[in-house]
């Protein structure tokens, strides 16, 4: 079935780009995964709509984007709350809802969180690159035409939805992340933690840090206690692999958590955010606080687990 022409960009807001889950298996050639930030939100809009969870959607950070709605078409909102209106009133997050030919949605403020994630039932259509639809702003590919988007794109997508496919869903209220400041995120330690000072490691679990302005997709940069490594250890250590979540420490002693937006780096990392709460970094925003505890393997395993279960069971809920 042909994609319809589903939206107009009125304005583009701070960043909006189409994403999916990412592209992984290329690091060996320096691409990195990109793929939208808060992978659960963005999984869970694709299940609200009907779609594959990796169906590619609109990711918009802060404010901003305003669209002129061409087709009837499904859609639903997720991820943080940037105060979304269709028209001038209140469009409900975490549920699918039917717009029609005309209607203007727009993301007006941040109240809570930082990302919002927009589908459309059928998926946004772009081409594939490298088996991913998601924006590689650095590298200039995938997405629509490897940039944010700009006033008077035209977003296609979408299919007509069937009788039965047209049922509103809506994602249970006890399962919606919530997002406060100051974060606390569970991390694992390493894979150099033994090469930090024992008061550097206690400093790094009690204190709060917070979130630099000079943040971006490829890492949060965090102000706050400087973190010492043991006497005789050089700055930097080989460039090795890296993976979104891991918090590495330069010479100045303040801790970036990295992103899906590289694939190595030379600075030794004391800790790594759990898989659990990588989404969370999606929602963080400057000036937020952000705290960390160290959990064990079985603990942040245990928490993937009910995360995987919550999606899994929302998926297996969707009409046949």
């Given at each position: 079935?042909?994609?319809?022409?589903?939206?107009?960009?009125?304005?583009?807001?701070?960043?909006?780009?189409?994403?999916?889950?990412?592209?992984?298996?290329?690091?060996?050639?320096?691409?990195?995964?990109?793929?939208?930030?808060?992978?659960?939100?963005?999984?869970?809009?694709?299940?609200?709509?009907?779609?594959?969870?990796?169906?590619?959607?609109?990711?918009?950070?802060?404010?901003?984007?305003?669209?002129?709605?061409?087709?009837?078409?499904?859609?639903?909102?997720?991820?943080?709350?940037?105060?979304?209106?269709?028209?001038?009133?209140?469009?409900?997050?975490?549920?699918?809802?039917?717009?029609?030919?005309?209607?203007?949605?727009?993301?007006?403020?941040?109240?809570?969180?930082?990302?919002?994630?927009?589908?459309?039932?059928?998926?946004?259509?772009?081409p594939l690159v490298l088996g991913s639809r998601a924006t590689n702003l650095s590298s200039?590919?995938?997405?629509?035409?490897?940039?944010?988007?700009?006033?008077g794109d035209l977003i296609a997508g979408g299919q007509r939805l069937s009788a039965e496919?047209?049922?509103?869903?809506?994602?249970?209220?006890?399962?919606?992340?919530d997002y406060p400041s100051p974060w606390r995120l569970r991390v694992v330690w390493g894979?150099?933690?033994?090469?930090?000072?024992?008061?550097?490691?206690?400093?790094?679990?009690?204190?709060?840090?917070?979130?630099?302005?000079?943040?971006?997709?490829?890492?949060?940069?965090?102000?706050?206690?400087?973190?010492?490594?043991?006497?005789?250890?050089?700055?930097?250590?080989?460039?090795?692999?890296?993976?979104?979540?891991?918090?590495?420490?330069?010479?100045?002693?303040?801790?970036?958590?990295?992103?899906?937006?590289?694939?190595?780096?030379?600075?030794?990392?004391?800790?790594?955010?759990?898989?659990?709460?990588?989404?969370?970094?999606?929602?963080?925003?400057?000036?937020?606080?952000?705290?960390?505890?160290?959990?064990?393997?079985?603990?942040?395993?245990?928490?993937?687990?009910?995360?995987?279960?919550?999606?899994?069971?929302?998926?297996?809920?969707?009409?046949?």
């Amino acid at each position: 079935m042909a994609a319809l022409g589903v939206f107009e960009v009125l304005a583009p807001g701070i960043l909006t780009t189409v994403t999916d889950l990412g592209r992984y298996g290329f690091a060996r050639y320096g691409v990195a995964p990109t793929g939208g930030l808060d992978g659960f939100s963005l999984r869970i809009a694709n299940l609200l709509v009907g779609n594959p969870e990796n169906a590619a959607v609109l990711e918009t950070l802060a404010m901003g984007l305003r669209l002129k709605v061409l087709s009837e078409v499904s859609v639903a909102v997720t991820g943080g709350n940037l105060t979304p209106l269709l028209g001038a009133q209140p469009l409900p997050m975490w549920r699918s809802l039917t717009l029609r030919p005309g209607e203007v949605l727009s993301f007006t403020a941040p109240a809570r969180g930082f990302r919002s994630y927009l589908a459309v039932h059928g998926g946004v259509d772009v081409p594939l690159v490298l088996g991913s639809r998601a924006t590689n702003l650095s590298s200039g590919f995938g997405g629509l035409e490897g940039r944010p988007l700009r006033k008077g794109d035209l977003i296609a997508g979408g299919q007509r939805l069937s009788a039965e496919r047209a049922v509103e869903r809506v994602f249970p209220a006890a399962w919606i992340p919530d997002y406060p400041s100051p974060w606390r995120l569970r991390v694992v330690w390493g894979p150099q933690e033994e090469q930090f000072t024992d008061e550097s490691r206690q400093t790094f679990v009690s204190n709060l840090y917070s979130v630099s302005s000079d943040s971006n997709r490829t890492g949060i940069r965090l102000n706050g206690a400087a973190l010492q490594v043991k006497a005789g250890v050089s700055e930097s250590i080989i460039s090795e692999g890296v993976v979104a979540g891991a918090i590495q420490v330069p010479g100045d002693g303040q801790p970036i958590i990295l992103l899906g937006e590289t694939v190595s780096g030379g600075y030794r990392k004391i800790a790594t955010v759990i898989s659990a709460d990588l989404p969370s970094l999606g929602q963080i925003m400057p000036g937020d606080q952000v705290g960390f505890s160290a959990v064990g393997l079985a603990e942040a395993l245990q928490a993937l687990r009910l995360a995987e279960e919550r999606v899994r069971s929302f998926a297996l809920s969707a009409p046949a």
